[in-house]
């Protein structure tokens, strides 16, 4: 219906009445009007914040893709004298001198000169083979004319170089001499030592060097083989991934069962967990855990890699479910049904690095004008605060390390959650945003970030455990996956026994050759009465599996 344009004569003859109605109707429509604008810039502001969130997100994956990977950030040299509310969050100056300013040093004790140290050459070839010395004479022919009345010999000159020897073979043939009675009494064999596997060439050496160049070096056995070739060793990586199948499930569960064992025993444990892919499993991704003891309290240190298709808190039961102590772990929520199920047996520490690396990440990626960045940037610093007041104490006593926690570390602690629990951080924030989840983190994580003030042998993070599984991600970049779960749990115990060798300074080829040949010969024998002096921090071990240049 087309609308009718009222002249000013005709609106002067129109009643009263109707002029009411018509104004009402504008100003009707006029609100209508208005609000479909409300809605329309509303809908606008939930639209800007979603793309600020998205370009966000796409800058921190932009980052993690193509930036730089080094989870340092830059110091403000101004942060140690900020306050965090009414904390400070470090005064060092006046925290160190609190005690009264101490004498000057003198000249002698503050200039120390720098000497070269010497013999250092001669202590690390110490302990390497020797090949017999070469002496390099003058003939005394070439003597007499050089000193024709006489000379007499010096102390020689001595130099020493290094000489590598390729990868090589020696065949080692056995004869086992075979008897017969002449009065049909039957035949008999001489006694020969134990095989590895039935009818095979491997060796302890062999396994050793197979063992090493996969689970210690990283090394693909593809590339291995073909090292071998080159060297006119043929054997094929089928052959050598056989080798590591069986060895581990007929000759390592029970050094296994005893690693588990000590580990248990531990005040402290560090766990983590990372997809790995067996191509035989119908799932897409499978996962191997680590769990590791750093070796306190009396404890040894020990690393155990475990290979499970789940990873739910069904394989924490399975594992741990007579474990008492405390679980170093990062923010996946399995770990803290496990922590309750557990009660009183149980705790479970957070890893502030896991908080603080969700901001780095925003640092990094965006502009450091903005207010997201400012947020990450503000956070980061205060994580460091926390960290370099609890490093002051970091090599004292447990009692003045608990003390110094009590006192100075949980007021920073304090600050950084009243600060990020401020309702008004993430107020109006778009939930898919990166900022907001990393400030969800640390709220959600708070009652197991706070775990480490009340124990001085807790650790601020889980590097530890990172650090044990970053050594099978290299691996498993290097090979991918796994063909079958039995190769995945093989592996899991390989990397178990050669992580655990290093960390107890032994040498994982000499100390695996030795487990396999120690192991041979007690075949007969039950495995608790020998396998404890073959661990890694056994006294027992001999001098040869042990990395003396310390």
Same mark, same amino acid.
């Given at each position: 219906?087309?609308?009718?344009?009222?002249?000013?004569?005709?609106?002067?003859?129109?009643?009263?009445?109707? !002029?009411?109605?018509?104004?009402?109707?504008?100003?009707?429509?006029?609100?209508?009007?208005?609000?479909?604008?409300?809605?329309?810039?509303?809908?606008?502001?939930?639209?800007?914040?979603?793309?600020?969130?998205?370009?966000?997100?796409?800058?921190?994956?932009?980052?993690?893709?193509?930036?730089?990977?080094?989870?340092?950030?830059?110091?403000?040299?101004?942060? *140690?004298?900020?306050?965090?509310?009414?904390?400070?969050?470090?005064?060092?100056?006046?925290?160190?001198?609190?005690?009264?300013?101490?004498?000057?040093?003198?000249?002698?004790?503050?200039?120390?000169?720098?000497?070269?140290?010497?013999?250092?050459?001669?202590?690390?070839?110490?302990?390497?083979?020797? !090949?017999?010395?070469?002496?390099?004479? !003058?003939?005394?022919?070439?003597?007499?004319?050089?000193?024709?009345?006489?000379?007499?010999?010096?102390?020689? #000159?001595?130099?020493?170089?290094?000489?590598?020897?390729?990868?090589?073979?020696?065949?080692?043939?056995?004869?086992?001499?075979? *008897?017969?009675?002449?009065?049909?009494?039957?035949?008999?064999?001489?006694?020969?030592?134990?095989?590895?596997?039935?009818?095979?060439?491997?060796?302890?050496?062999?396994?050793?060097?197979?063992?090493?160049?996969?689970?210690?070096?990283?090394?693909?056995?593809?590339?291995?083989?073909?090292?071998?070739?080159?060297?006119?060793?043929?054997?094929?990586?089928?052959?050598?991934?056989?080798?590591?199948?069986?060895?581990?499930?007929?000759?390592?569960?029970?050094?296994?069962?005893?690693?588990?064992?000590?580990?248990?025993?531990?005040?402290?444990?560090?766990?983590?967990?990372?997809?790995?892919?067996?191509?035989?499993?119908?799932?897409?991704?499978?996962?191997?855990?680590? *769990?590791?003891?750093?070796?306190?309290?009396?404890?040894?240190?020990?690393?155990?890699?475990?290979?499970?298709?789940?990873?739910?808190?069904?394989?924490?039961?399975?594992?741990?479910?007579?474990?008492?102590?405390?679980?170093?772990?990062?923010?996946?929520?399995?770990?803290?049904?496990?922590?309750?199920?557990?009660?009183?047996?149980?705790?479970?520490?957070?890893?502030?690095?896991?908080?603080?690396?969700?901001?780095?990440?925003?640092?990094?990626? =965006?502009?450091?004008?903005?207010?997201?960045?400012?947020?990450?940037?503000?956070?980061?610093?205060?994580?460091?605060?926390?960290?370099?007041?609890?490093?002051?104490?970091?090599?004292?006593?447990?009692? $003045?390390?608990?003390?110094?926690?009590?006192?100075?570390?949980?007021?920073?602690?304090?600050?950084?959650?009243?600060?990020?629990? #401020?309702?008004?951080?993430?107020?109006?924030?778009?939930?898919?945003?990166?900022?907001?989840?990393?400030?969800?983190?640390?709220?959600?994580?708070?009652?197991?970030?706070?775990?480490?003030?009340?124990?001085?042998?807790?650790?601020?993070?889980?590097?530890?455990?990172?650090?044990?599984?970053?050594?099978?991600?290299?691996?498993?970049?290097?090979?991918?996956?796994?063909?079958?779960?039995?190769?995945? $749990?093989?592996?899991?115990?390989?990397?178990?026994?050669?992580?655990?060798?290093?960390?107890?300074?032994?040498?994982?080829?000499?100390?695996?050759?030795?487990?396999?040949?120690?192991?041979?010969?007690?075949?007969?024998? #039950?495995?608790?009465?020998?396998?404890?002096?073959?661990?890694?921090?056994?006294?027992?071990?001999?001098?040869?599996?042990?990395? =003396?240049?310390?």
């Amino acid at each position: 219906m087309k609308s009718k344009a009222f002249t000013e004569e005709e609106l002067n003859m129109v009643s009263k009445e109707f !002029l009411v109605k018509m104004y009402l109707q504008l100003a009707d429509s006029f609100q209508q009007v208005n609000r479909q604008l409300d809605a329309v810039q509303t809908q606008n502001a939930v639209l800007v914040k979603k793309i600020d969130a998205l370009q966000e997100n796409l800058a921190v994956l932009t980052q993690q893709r193509f930036g730089r990977k080094t989870e340092k950030f830059p110091v403000n040299p101004d942060q *140690y004298g900020i306050d965090l509310g009414d904390v400070p969050v470090l005064n060092e100056a006046e925290v160190i001198t609190e005690d009264g300013l101490p004498e000057e040093p003198d000249m002698e004790t503050v200039i120390v000169k720098r000497r070269k140290k010497k013999g250092k050459r001669e202590a690390d070839l110490k302990n390497m083979e020797s !090949l017999p010395p070469e002496y390099h004479e !003058l003939p005394e022919t070439r003597l007499a004319e050089l000193f024709p009345k006489g000379y007499s010999r010096l102390e020689d #000159d001595v130099y020493r170089e290094l000489e590598y020897v390729p990868a090589r073979c020696l065949v080692h043939e056995h004869h086992v001499a075979v *008897y017969a009675g002449n009065n049909k009494e039957g035949i008999i064999r001489a006694d020969r030592p134990e095989r590895l596997l039935k009818n095979s060439i491997l060796t302890p050496s062999l396994a050793a060097a197979v063992f090493n160049a996969k689970y210690v070096n990283a090394l693909p056995l593809n590339r291995f083989s073909e090292e071998l070739a080159r060297n006119e060793i043929n054997i094929s990586k089928q052959v050598l991934a056989g080798w590591m199948i069986k060895i581990p499930d007929r000759f390592l569960r029970p050094v296994i069962k005893e690693m588990w064992r000590e580990l248990k025993k531990s005040h402290l444990i560090h766990c983590d967990e990372t997809p790995f892919k067996v191509t035989a499993d119908k799932k897409d991704r499978s996962y191997m855990w680590v *769990y590791h003891a750093a070796g306190q309290q009396g404890a040894r240190p020990v690393f155990i890699y475990e290979y499970n298709e789940k990873r739910n808190t069904d394989v924490l039961r399975a594992s741990l479910h007579d474990y008492t102590g405390v679980l170093m772990t990062d923010g996946y929520q399995v770990y803290h049904t496990f922590d309750r199920e557990k009660g009183n047996d149980l705790k479970v520490a957070g890893c502030w690095i896991h908080a603080r690396r969700k901001f780095a990440e925003i640092a990094k990626s =965006l502009d450091s004008k903005t207010p997201n960045s400012e947020i990450a940037e503000e956070a980061i610093r205060r994580i460091q605060a926390i960290y370099h007041v609890d490093n002051m104490f970091k090599n004292s006593s447990a009692e $003045e390390r608990l003390e110094h926690r009590k006192t100075s570390v949980k007021p920073l602690v304090d600050a950084y959650f009243a600060w990020i629990n #401020d309702p008004a951080m993430t107020f109006g924030m778009d939930h898919s945003s990166n900022t907001y989840k990393a400030i969800q983190y640390s709220r959600n994580q708070e009652p197991f970030l706070r775990t480490f003030l009340t124990d001085p042998a807790i650790p601020l993070d889980n590097n530890d455990a990172e650090r044990s599984i970053r050594s099978f991600c290299v691996g498993k970049h290097n090979w991918h996956i796994a063909d079958t779960k039995a190769g995945a $749990e093989a592996s899991g115990m390989l990397y178990s026994i050669a992580e655990t060798a290093k960390a107890n300074n032994l040498k994982p080829y000499e100390y695996f050759k030795y487990l396999l040949e120690q192991i041979l010969n007690h075949l007969d024998d #039950d495995p608790s009465s020998y396998i404890p002096e073959l661990l890694p921090w056994s006294d027992s071990i001999p001098d040869s599996c042990r990395k =003396l240049n310390m």
